[in-house]
């Protein structure tokens, strides 16, 4: 069979990360199978639809490395054949005009709720003999769901679904005004597209039963379904919008790099043996829906900043600070042209305990500040002693031509031997000086970070 997936956002905010998630199992499973992936844009919200998301959500998935086939696919450009459908399922006794107001309804949900069970519509239009039609009311279309027996949904992840049918209300498939809802719009535009697996968030099981229902009606192939659990916070409950780490967003902004996420959002509820890092070619080939878990998958901030720290260790260099360079640029945290090559040369040692790409950005200040400001507590440190060793060190730097980690640790070892103390005791008042503070890089490494100017202009600083 064709393998034909999609993922079909609404442009109502900015991309959930459970929706990056979806997405790439989706873009998986149609790429190992030499299949199609479609981007379905459900902008049939007027009023919370915008451009703005809609960028986003593509932007989003680029920078993750998901790609879709062909152009996307504007829903709200497909609402006549919508509208089609849901006079065709009229004109096949599939479904019927519904003219209680909105005052029945609510009163309907109001008796429901003091009974305590769930709103299900009373089904007062379906056989409406003995009703008149009133004149002030528009009404909606509502689909004539079955109302006895069981429902079954072959579930690629959850196995078999049995439901009643008689939980299932006569749902509503074109509003007041004549614009289609979910439930139709999905359906139509699934079979338009000629959809052959949908797989979505286990939230919309029931959704796949009405929908189900429609193809049925309308004697249409029905896809297959996979119903993926959904990602919890770290406190265990459903990740939602107001959480901190819940958009793509919020992982760009500290430095997450898209392998990284990729990665970790890959291992989120589906696991290969007990491999843990996949290369993107690794996750096409091995990606199966079998892996599925069943479970919710709970969001670790920790593993993912740990992945992300193995990624900037192993990432080619090169990649790493065109990351770097790119995130800055976002983020307006200023890189000088004329210091880029300083920061790439120290790459090395900069991304060392870097857990995202602004720990790099933040390791860098030394270099990129064009002025070093000392804490007092540091500052403390720096004693006659340490003032003496640092203008003995200043005295002796400025007469090596070429400065080498062999020519400084030289110069290092006779002052330790002079003022008969250690690495540290020449060292410390060193990184002092040149960094603003007794933490960071190894000493050589920061001398030679810098210009030999720059490390004679800070250090002279000090006396």
């Avoid at 109001?110 to 379906?126: D, F, M, T």
């Avoid at 796949?208 to 770290?234: G, N, R, V």
């Avoid at 090559?341 to 933040?362: C, E, G, R, W």
């Amino acid at each position: 069979m064709s393998f034909i997936c999609r993922f079909a956002p609404s442009p109502t905010g900015p991309l959930h990360i459970g929706g990056v998630r979806t997405a790439l199992f989706n873009w998986l499973l149609a790429k190992k199978n030499k299949g199609k992936f479609y981007l379905r844009i459900e902008d049939t919200d007027k009023e919370r639809s915008k451009d703005e998301f809609k960028k986003q959500i593509i932007e989003s998935l680029s920078w993750v490395g998901i790609k879709h086939d062909d152009k996307e696919f504007i829903q709200s450009k497909n609402i006549n054949k919508h509208k089609e459908i849901a006079e065709e399922l009229l004109k096949k006794d599939f479904a019927y005009k519904c003219y209680c107001s909105e005052e029945e309804i609510k009163e309907q949900k109001e008796k429901c709720k003091k009974q305590g069970i769930p709103y299900v519509y009373n089904r007062k239009w379906r056989d409406p003999k003995n009703l008149q039609i009133p004149k002030d009311i528009k009404p909606v279309i509502r689909f004539k769901s079955k109302v006895s027996g069981n429902t079954v949904i072959k579930d690629l992840v959850q196995g078999d679904i049995n439901i009643s049918n008689s939980i299932i209300e006569d749902f509503v498939i074109l509003r007041q005004d004549g614009s289609p809802t979910y439930q139709l719009s999905a359906t139509v535009d699934d079979h338009s597209m000629k959809i052959s697996h949908v797989i979505r968030g286990d939230d919309h099981k029931i959704n796949t039963f009405k929908q189900k229902q429609i193809y049925e009606a309308m004697k249409w192939d029905i896809p297959l379904f996979a119903h993926i659990p959904l990602i919890h916070s770290e406190k265990g409950s459903k990740l939602s919008k107001r959480d901190k780490s819940s958009t793509i967003d919020d992982y760009v902004k500290i430095g997450i790099l898209p392998g990284a996420l990729r990665n970790y959002l890959l291992r989120l509820g589906w696991a290969y043996k007990d491999k843990e890092i996949f290369s993107l070619d690794e996750s096409i080939k091995l990606f199966d829906l079998e892996g599925v878990g069943k479970s919710p998958s709970k969001l670790d901030m920790s593993r993912i900043l740990s992945l992300n720290e193995h990624y900037i260790k192993n990432i080619d260099e090169k990649i790493l600070f065109d990351f770097l360079k790119s995130y800055a640029q976002k983020y307006k945290k200023t890189i000088d042209p004329s210091k880029e090559d300083f920061v790439f040369k120290s790459l090395n040692f900069l991304k060392n305990k870097a857990k995202t790409l602004d720990d790099i950005y933040q390791n860098s200040q030394y270099i990129l500040s064009k002025e070093i400001s000392i804490s007092p507590d540091d500052l403390k440190l720096l004693d006659a002693n340490s003032k003496k060793i640092i203008g003995d060190f200043l005295n002796e730097f400025k007469n090596i031509k070429n400065p080498n980690k062999e020519n400084l640790e030289k110069l290092v070892n006779s002052l330790i031997t002079k003022y008969k103390t250690n690495f540290k005791g020449v060292g410390q008042p060193l990184r002092i000086a040149l960094v603003g503070s007794r933490f960071g890089p190894g000493i050589y490494n920061i001398i030679l970070s810098l210009t030999k100017d720059e490390v004679v202009k800070r250090i002279s600083k000090i006396n």
